[in-house]
């Protein structure tokens, strides 16, 4: 059962580019949450997404970024015009919940290391 | 709003010796999850330990075990006989059981295992 993948790993952009960041959940997975992790600091909550629907985007950045989890295929984080400050690592996050949200444990793909130059 | 707290930033220990890491949460839930999660230098976020807030028995797995004092909201990760390979960032995490069940991180602490 492959965990979560995200792709690319390491991806390098000129200031005012735009950055796409896939995620593909674990088998079975419909629930998606993308953090930020800065330089030297912990992980901060950017979006949580389950398929179709953004449910909770209160950590993103009200301008430039945006995230979606269509009905096929991986979940993107579209970061436009990136700047300096948008460099850090991105990581996604997958679970299943069920109704209690006792099983709701997250599992952590390797991360997508953005460097804007 | 929750918030997590890891007030140590950086810990050493000797190989074979015994380490507790710190983290302190606040909340005004009764019900929610911590976790303790590892980052090696690869950056891949690995989960080490899981403590349901009911459940009054610290969880352990292997080497790996907490010390979960809900009154005080404290919740420590001791690692027994270190290893070389425990050398990482340990991020401990909060989970609530209402709303979206997003994790709250605190700041990380980097362990460093002396041979």
């Known amino acids: 059962n492959a965990g979560v993948m995200q792709n690319p790993r390491h991806l390098v952009r000129r200031r005012g580019q735009e950055a796409r960041l896939r995620c593909s959940p674990m088998k079975g997975h419909s629930h998606v949450y993308w953090y930020r992790q800065l330089p030297e600091e912990g992980l901060k909550f950017m979006v949580y997404?389950?398929?179709?629907?953004?449910?909770?985007e209160s950590g993103m950045p009200k301008e430039r970024f945006s995230a979606e989890f269509p009905k096929e295929g991986p979940s993107i984080l579209r970061i436009q015009q990136v700047v300096r400050g948008d460099s850090a690592a991105y990581f996604c996050?997958?679970?299943?919940?069920?109704?209690?949200?006792?099983?709701?444990?997250?599992?952590f793909g390797p991360g997508t290391r953005l460097t804007v130059l | 709003a929750q918030t997590v707290t890891q007030s140590q930033p950086e810990m050493s220990v000797q190989e074979a010796e015994t380490v507790t890491l710190s983290c302190t949460y606040d909340t005004s839930e009764s019900d929610y999850y911590l976790f303790w999660y590892k980052q090696p230098p690869s950056r891949q976020m690995i989960l080490v330990i899981r403590q349901e807030a009911y459940k009054q028995q610290n969880a352990t797995e292997n080497r790996f075990s907490v010390n979960f004092q809900k009154a005080a909201k404290s919740f420590s990760l001791k690692i027994s006989d270190s290893q070389l390979g425990d050398a990482a960032m340990y991020f401990c995490?909060?989970?609530?059981?209402?709303?979206?069940?997003?994790?709250?991180f605190g700041t990380g602490t980097r362990l460093k295992v002396l041979a």
């Open positions: 995490a909060y989970r609530t059981l209402s709303g979206t069940y997003k994790y709250i």
């Open positions: 996050a997958s679970s299943h919940r069920d109704w209690g949200g006792r099983t709701d444990t997250q599992y």
């Open positions: 997404l389950q398929k179709e629907n953004i449910i909770d």
